[in-house]
């Protein structure tokens, strides 16, 4: 009956460009399946939150400083707010900057390395500005940002994303140094083809496997400059939460509640290990090419 | 060594400068009065005016930093705005906690950094390697404000051996403040334990790839002599370095350290100054710390020079 043949199947996966399969092939090993499934997990925690708990994370109640129980599986902060809610939104502001702040670095940190071909001077000047960056000893850089902007979400995405500047100009610069030399770059220079191009169609794509495994590296390094500087009290203010600020009220009631800090740290080492794990097979992947 | 301190002194000189005044131009680049938060919230503007007025905040920036420079030859480091005191005196009211939390945390990191580097390093024992390389990827992969929280969460929660919040002063108590320092001190120090770790192993693994190595051995010299007086000494070196760059990172640290174990040191005060905008607390911070850097990469070159009869001060 039926007479119009069937639509010609395309390939599969044919839409998927063959890096972003090569990519794909990390997630097959063991290490990067851990990784990305757990990250998987906390990102939907995190974004669900809102439907899971719609109150909101600051409902208090007379139940202050509970331990860790079946109701309240992280137990109750000083206020007698479920430090489980909290935590789960205080996870999505550290996704929310890690989403904001690992790309604007990765490729402003990119634009930085490259800019030596289009000007050798502005390329030296720019690699001694990511050197002094480089020389900032992890928070001091953080606390002069806060001391510009201001302490909050602004000015620690500024501080993770300039933090993060040095380790992506340098590798963009080393493929952009590689590269230069080859005889197929000269050949297209003097074929006429532009700068501009040359950057984009053969180095830029030479530069991108060590910029991806460095950003899920660097993942891991803005979670602990979010920690670190929210800790300290100068990085998310209260009543939000961030698993760096949940562990700053925590350590002040490690006496009266010491399983307050718990839940977040526990969260707050997942996270950073699922992106290590992610950043390893992403790496033995990238490497075995 | 005299010539080699004159050499560098114009440079040294031109960096403290240079930092001095940055120091003194970042807190002013925020938005946000010290003067209008001094006053408090429901402040006429008269008063606000006047507040800066007598505390100099409308002189022009050029006569402010020449006032405070000026001042810090003659002792003074100028007032707080928030506590209503001499700047000097709250420093050094702090200076006690941070020194010895520092003081404690380099000793740790020398100490556990050499051995574990050194037995890292070491051609034997291949199972007590295995460890200590397990150990010394934990470590490097941690920063310090997590060892801090683990310690915590062990002493603190399950194990409850040594006080993990607050402070008591050496100085008052030794018995009962080194109990509230050794749990900060060891935070802060094995992450950077652990990166002096890997140095030196690296670098001995390196020397002992060297011909005088081959040639100790051919000598018939047992291998804990070549392991000591040849390769170690010859890695000492990278050590040294490595110590030298970790403790500014340590110095660091040690704001993390200081707020998730309650202790009120020279971190917390910096906190707190960049919370509330007061300036001359945090200026003077910045500046102690440039000069405090200055000073240990000078004396890094120095015992650089002491260890390596190759190497030669020259600025």
Not at chain 1, 232 to 255: C, D, E, K, M, Y
Not at chain 2, 11 to 35: K, M, N
């Amino acid at each position: 009956m039926t007479t119009t043949a069937p639509p010609s199947r395309r390939p599969r996966r044919s839409g998927v460009s063959p890096s972003l399969r090569r990519y794909g092939a990390a997630l097959k090993s063991p290490r990067g399946l851990v990784g990305i499934i757990v990250i998987l997990v906390l990102a939907l925690l995190s974004v669900s939150a809102p439907l899971l708990f719609p109150d909101g994370y600051d409902v208090q109640s007379s139940e202050s400083l509970l331990a860790p129980s079946f109701t309240h599986l992280f137990g109750t902060d000083e206020l007698g707010r479920d430090i489980f809610v909290r935590s789960l939104y205080g996870l999505r502001t550290d996704f929310s900057i890690i989403v904001v702040a690992v790309p604007v670095s990765m490729i402003l940190g990119t634009i930085l390395g490259l800019i030596g071909a289009l000007s050798r001077v502005a390329g030296t000047i720019v690699q001694r500005v990511l050197d002094i960056i480089l020389g900032f000893p992890g928070l001091v850089l953080g606390i002069c940002i806060v001391l510009v902007v201001g302490p909050g979400w602004v000015s620690l995405v500024i501080a993770i994303t300039i933090s993060g500047l040095p380790a992506f100009g340098r590798l963009a610069r080393a493929a952009l140094m590689s590269q230069m030399q080859r005889e197929y770059v000269t050949a297209a220079e003097t074929l006429g083809v532009s700068r501009l191009t040359v950057l984009g169609r053969h180095i830029l794509p030479n530069a991108i496997d060590p910029i991806l495994v460095q950003g899920a590296v660097f993942v891991v390094q803005a979670i602990f400059i979010e920690a670190a500087l929210s800790i300290v009290g100068l990085g998310i203010q209260p009543p939000q939460p961030s698993l760096g600020a949940l562990l700053n009220v925590g350590t002040r009631f490690i006496n009266q509640a010491p399983t307050y800090i718990l839940g977040p740290t526990v969260l707050l080492l997942l996270l950073a290990l699922a992106f290590s794990l992610l950043a390893d097979a992403l790496n033995e992947t990238v490497n075995r090419k | 060594m005299t010539r080699f301190l004159l050499r560098k002194l114009p440079s040294v000189a031109l960096v403290i400068v240079v930092s001095s005044i940055i120091a003194f131009l970042l807190p002013r680049l925020a938005p946000g009065d010290p003067a209008a938060a001094l006053a408090g919230a429901d402040a006429t503007p008269e008063q606000v005016a006047a507040i800066r007025e007598q505390s100099g905040l409308d002189d022009p920036l050029i006569a402010q930093y020449i006032n405070w420079i000026t001042g810090i030859f003659r002792g003074d480091f100028g007032n707080s705005y928030i506590f209503q005191r001499p700047v000097a005196e709250l420093v050094l009211d702090r200076l006690e906690s941070t020194l010895e939390l520092a003081a404690l945390a380099t000793v740790i990191m020398i100490v556990v950094g050499l051995t574990l580097g050194i037995l890292s390093g070491s051609p034997r024992a291949k199972v007590s390697r295995g460890v200590l390389d397990v150990l010394n990827t934990l470590l490097l992969a941690t920063p310090p404000f997590l060892t801090g929280l683990l310690l915590i969460l062990v002493f603190g929660v399950t194990w409850r051996l040594l006080p993990v919040s607050g402070e008591v002063g050496l100085l008052e108590n030794p018995e009962i403040g080194i109990q509230y320092l050794l749990l900060p001190a060891f935070a802060l120090a094995l992450p950077q334990a652990a990166v002096v770790a890997r140095l030196v192993q690296t670098s001995m693994q390196n020397v002992r790839g060297e011909d005088f190595v081959d040639l100790a051995f051919a000598k018939g010299a047992s291998p804990r002599r070549i392991t000591y007086r040849h390769v170690l000494r010859n890695s000492l070196g990278t050590a040294v370095v490595a110590i030298g760059l970790r403790i500014g990172e340590l110095l660091g640290g040690a704001i993390v350290i200081e707020a998730i174990f309650a202790r009120n040191g020279l971190g917390q005060l910096a906190v707190q100054a960049v919370q509330d905008r007061d300036y001359f607390i945090i200026q003077i911070l910045i500046l102690g710390a440039v000069i405090l850097a200055v000073l240990i990469q000078i004396i890094t070159e120095i015992a650089l020079a002491a260890l390596d009869p190759r190497i030669r001060l020259e600025a």
